[in-house]
């Protein structure tokens, strides 16, 4: 549906959305879809911390990460939550150091986490990359063994696999999700909670990278999907398709009704037109 409660189709073919198919929204621009994902995040963190003592939140990078930072970090958010309950981990980074560009982790240290943001204990604040050197040739291995235990060891699992009450995540116009892309191994059955993934060649940036691998998302209490700009519209209405190939669009994998995918009018151009 849109922002304003209107019905949208999520799938071809049959006329309406298949059982299980995620919750769409549709945001006017880069700030409507900012203050949505704030109320989508500061929602679910409320309903952990108070259902669970305990809000565990797995973050995301680019573009869209840098609007909802700021909008977390607004007084009135910052006063309706708990912080120090709250758990901040990754969904998956470069291999780079904290301070560069491309750290998803440096995002959000800068965006979220700078001071008069929200007050995180640095305990719960879990950088993929953490005490590691992102020169040495084994941190992609060493880092997503520590990060496995460390999840293993800290979250709720469901059927063996960790579940974050929230997951957020973004799309690639390749259809990929993490740093899961078309054809990886983590698609496979049985790959690992968390693996290194090498540099992609068809997209950048070209850093190798540590991903948790897609069980999560099924595993996961929510998934907030963000999807922004024209370039991604044909994914996204493919993504939605009819053809279920998942390892073709790992995207298909947020198909879930504990999904939302918020999109705004640009990356939404196509639904229900093809």
């Not at 700030?31 to 679910?44: G, H, K, L, P, Y």
């Not at 409320?46 to 680019?62: K, N, P, Q, Y």
């Amino acid at each position: 549906m849109s922002a304003d409660g209107t019905s949208l189709p999520t799938s071809r073919g049959q006329g309406g959305p298949l059982p299980g198919d995620p919750r769409v929204l549709i945001a006017s621009g880069p700030d409507a879809i900012a203050r949505t994902a704030a109320d989508i995040v500061m929602s679910a963190l409320a309903g952990a911390v108070g259902a669970r003592g305990v809000a565990h939140i797995a973050l995301t990078g680019g573009s869209s990460a840098t609007g909802l930072y700021r909008e977390l970090a607004a007084p009135e958010r910052i006063a309706a939550v708990d912080w120090s309950r709250v758990q901040l981990w990754f969904g998956d980074d470069r291999i780079v150091p904290l301070d560069h560009p491309d750290s998803n982790a440096g995002l959000a240290t800068a965006g979220l986490l700078s001071p008069g943001g929200p007050a995180i204990p640095p305990a719960n604040i879990h950088p993929m990359l953490a005490g590691l050197d992102a020169a040495a040739a084994d941190t992609g291995i060493v880092a997503a063994a520590t990060y496995a235990a460390a999840l293993g060891a800290e979250l709720p699992t469901v059927f063996g696999i960790p579940s974050f009450d929230l997951l957020l995540l973004g799309m690639g116009p390749d259809g990929h999700v993490l740093s899961v892309f078309p054809g990886s191994p983590a698609l496979l059955v049985g790959a690992p909670i968390a693996m290194p993934i090498a540099a992609p060649s068809h997209i950048g940036p070209a850093w190798p990278r540590v991903t948790l691998g897609p069980a999560v998302i099924g595993a996961a209490r929510q998934v907030l999907l963000t999807v922004g700009g024209a370039a991604k519209a044909p994914t996204v209405v493919d993504v939605l398709g009819p053809v279920w190939d998942p390892m073709r669009l790992p995207a298909q994998l947020c198909r879930i009704d504990t999904a939302t995918w918020l999109l705004d009018t640009d990356s939404a151009a196509l639904l229900g037109k093809v």
